[in-house]
């Protein structure tokens, strides 16, 4: 009898560390962070496939009549085991930026864009940094078991930018890059500012990138995409909690 207790005491105590280790294990699974998105009006047709957690990721109906299963020797392509970016705007120094913005989040990134460039880059511009804040804000989905603030510096070389974010639900954007140039390649540096305000705008993020020093606007406009990937990655880490961080209970 007592040999009897003794197995089923063992019984009961094997089924309960399999219960927990299933719970933790169940607690511990995060969610795809994944999204498409097409945004088609009179003057851009774009498509976006974002995943903030990096991973292979593809675009089966390419507007560009791309194969993403092969590898192109693009200027904003990039294809590793744990990244797939192919950045298509259109604007080469847009393209440029955007990739950099999502090497450094941690971000597996497709965009393709056709756009009405025969007229100027305003529209491409705005509709990429539009739609790409669409993405992430459906990518990222409830602000919920994340960090929620992140902050990152990056130098250029000469420069030095700051980046600071909030997954607020508040859409909000001071950027402060201190261009002095035109242009840089195809894109107007009045665009510069515009995208990351149209991004943050779409992805009801606030958002605050400041130039600190430098006087090469490409070091300089570089270095704040670069700061604000890593504010961005900090931001939607994980924590290892399940909780929504904010004080209301709630960033819908």
Known sequence: MAAEEFDNQKKRKLEQENGSIANIASSTTKPKRYTEVKRITNETK???????????????????????????????TQSTSSQIISVNTGIGFLDHMLHALAKHSGWSLIIECIGDIHIDDHHTA???GIALGESFKKALGAVKGVKRFGHGYAPL?????????DLSNRPFAVVELGLKREKIGELSCEMIPHVLESFATSAHITMHVDCLRGFNDHHRAESAFKALAIAIREATSYTGRDDVPSTKGVLM
């Open 126 to 128: 705005e509709d990429v």
């Open 157 to 165: 070389d000469e420069a030095l930018s700051r980046a600071v974010v």
């Open 46 to 76: 774009i498509q976006i496939v974002l995943s903030l957690d990096g991973g292979l990721i593809t675009l089966k109906d390419s507007i560009l009549n791309k194969d993403y299963s092969l590898n192109y020797d693009d200027h904003a």
